[in-house]
């Protein structure tokens, strides 16, 4: 938030919100971090007193999509496009705000006709088993990536995130 008072300096405006927590990061500029949906009332004071109250509705930070070096609706994928990848991330499609979703963890399936492999991995930067089946991969390979779970600035609480499938062409 980006808060001014007219006649006052920066470093004397000071905020508080009704359900939750704000924290100034600079002069005239605020993070709130809201506990709950809903309403909330932001109130500003200046030189210690209360110049003005705003109420804000607060929503829900939607979950981000599965990226893989921008890719992130699934579907073909070049093979040695697939191959340069490094990593797995959770972005945003159309959301107005800056949100950072951290990835735990998730699976990685490789199939190829009939056969399956599955690898787990705990960090976004591929592991070296996630590594070494993209190495093996061919044309016509299908890959998932299912179970992911990601933290973003307004829990602790993981997500589940919707999966995703790439075929190699």
């Given at each position: 938030?980006?808060?001014?008072?007219?006649?006052?300096?920066?470093?004397?405006?000071s905020?508080?919100?009704s359900?939750g927590?704000?924290?100034?990061?600079?002069?005239?500029?605020?993070?709130?971090?809201?506990?709950?949906?809903?309403k909330?009332?932001?109130?500003?004071?200046?030189?210690?007193?209360?110049v003005?109250?705003h109420?804000?509705?607060?929503?829900?930070?939607?979950?981000p999509v599965?990226?893989?070096?921008?890719?992130?609706?699934?579907?073909?994928?070049?093979?040695?496009?697939?191959?340069?990848?490094?990593?797995?991330?959770?972005?945003?499609?159309?959301?107005?705000?800056?949100?950072?979703?951290?990835?735990k963890?998730y699976?990685?399936?490789?199939?190829?006709?009939?056969?399956?492999?599955?690898?787990d991995?705990?960090?976004?930067?591929?592991?070296?088993?996630?590594?070494?089946?993209?190495?093996?991969?061919?044309?016509?390979?299908?890959i998932?990536?299912t179970?992911?779970?990601?933290?973003?600035?307004?829990?602790?609480?993981?997500?589940?995130?919707?999966?995703?499938?790439?075929?190699?062409?």
């Amino acid at each position: 938030l980006d808060i001014a008072v007219p006649g006052v300096s920066a470093k004397e405006i000071s905020a508080e919100i009704s359900k939750g927590t704000i924290r100034k990061t600079g002069n005239g500029h605020f993070v709130a971090m809201p506990v709950s949906v809903g309403k909330a009332i932001i109130t500003v004071k200046a030189r210690g007193k209360e110049v003005s109250r705003h109420e804000f509705r607060v929503k829900r930070i939607p979950d981000p999509v599965i990226a893989l070096t921008g890719v992130t609706a699934g579907g073909n994928i070049r093979l040695r496009t697939f191959k340069s990848i490094t990593g797995i991330q959770a972005i945003f499609d159309n959301y107005d705000f800056e949100a950072a979703f951290a990835i735990k963890t998730y699976r990685v399936i490789f199939q190829r006709g009939d056969r399956q492999q599955m690898v787990d991995a705990t960090s976004p930067v591929f592991n070296k088993e996630i590594r070494k089946l993209m190495e093996e991969a061919k044309v016509g390979d299908v890959i998932v990536f299912t179970d992911v779970m990601a933290v973003g600035p307004d829990s602790t609480t993981p997500r589940r995130l919707a999966e995703v499938v790439f075929t190699l062409i």
